[in-house]
Every structure is written in C-alpha cells, then in structure tokens.
C-alpha cells in the first residue's frame, strides 16, 4: 500500500512538473491519473523474451551497467559533435556520407530501442530503420568509406556499455 501511495505520489508531481503550475484542479487530476495508472500497471504482464535470447540479468546487475551506459553515451555525443563540427567547418574532400547496415541479431524489443534511441542522440549518426525480423539497423553515417570500422565500432560499443543493462 506505502509503495502504491509513493507511485502515486511520485507520478503526479511528474504531471505537476510538466503542467508548470498546481492548482487544486491540476493537483486532482494528476491523482486521479496517476491512481489510474497505479492501478491498471498491477493487470499489465512483461512480454516473455524471445526465444533463442538469454534472460536478462538480475535487476542490481543491469543497474550496476547504467553508469557505464550513461558515460558512454555522453563520450559518444561528445565525438559525434567534433565530427559534425569538423564536417561543417571544412568537409573533407574524401568523406562520403551513406548508408551502413548494422547486424544487431535476435535482441529484444527493448533492447533494440534503445540501441536505436542511444545512436540516434549522437550528432553524426541517424538512425534510418531498425528490422527486428532481418536483425539489422540501418545507420547513416557522415563518413561510409570504412562500413566495416563503422559496423565494429558499433558492435564494440553496444557489448562494452549497452549489453549489460539492454541484453
């Protein structure tokens, strides 16, 4: 009952957070909204994973890899905007910007987003399409010349910072 009541709590003063403002009327919205959603999420079951894919590790474990992930993914930002700035400020003659497939394998939804979502918020790299049934993401790139350094830097990224926490 206390952890419904600190959901409930918690989620509203989210709602609050977004409207800007807390009127009563807000205040008794937010409740009834979150009570809702308290309540239904107790009906809502997790999709069992795919079949061929090992289980997620325990919940301390996958939480132990978010700094790792969160670091990771700022230095990635952090390189994909000294690339694009480089790019704008004088384009290198021999840089070809293009498409690369990336192989990604049977992973789960989950882990696909946000391999998808992690790649997308670096500055020199968008995310085209991600095809769970061929197990590939289809990545553009600034500079395609090398797919294969582009694929290996990828892969390497995704075991070292995001598997951890998105098997």
Same mark, same amino acid.
């Given at each position: 009952?206390?952890?419904? !009541? $600190?959901?409930?709590a /918690? #989620? ?7 409207? *800007?403002?807390?009127?009563?009327g ?5 409740l009834?909204?979150?009570a809702?959603?308290?309540v ?20 301390p474990?996958? !939480? $132990?890899?978010?700094? /790792? #992930?969160l670091?990771?993914?700022l230095v990635?930002? *952090?390189r994909?905007?000294w ?9 290198p003659?021999?840089y ?20 998808g979502?992690?790649v997308?918020?670096?500055?020199d ?7 769970e ?9 600034l500079d395609?010349?090398d ?5 290996a ?15």
């Amino acid at each position: 009952m206390v952890r419904a !009541l $600190a959901k409930i709590a /918690a #989620l509203t003063a989210v709602y609050l957070l977004v409207l *800007g403002q807390a009127q009563l009327g807000d205040v008794a919205v937010g409740l009834v909204l979150a009570a809702l959603l308290v309540v239904s999420a107790r009906f809502v079951r997790p999709l069992p994973p795919p079949e061929g894919l090992r289980p997620a590790g325990s919940a301390p474990q996958r !939480l $132990a890899g978010v700094p /790792a #992930l969160l670091g990771g993914t700022l230095v990635d930002i *952090g390189r994909g905007s000294w690339t694009v700035a480089r790019y704008c400020l004088r384009t290198p003659a021999d840089y070809r910007p293009g498409v690369v497939t990336i192989p990604i394998g049977r992973s789960s939804t989950s882990s696909a987003t946000a391999w998808g979502i992690r790649v997308g918020i670096s500055p020199d790299t968008v995310v085209v399409d991600i095809d769970e049934q061929r197990g590939q993401m289809l990545l553009h790139v600034l500079d395609s010349r090398d797919p294969d350094a582009v694929r290996a830097t990828e892969l390497d990224s995704y075991e070292r910072r995001q598997r951890r926490v998105f098997p």
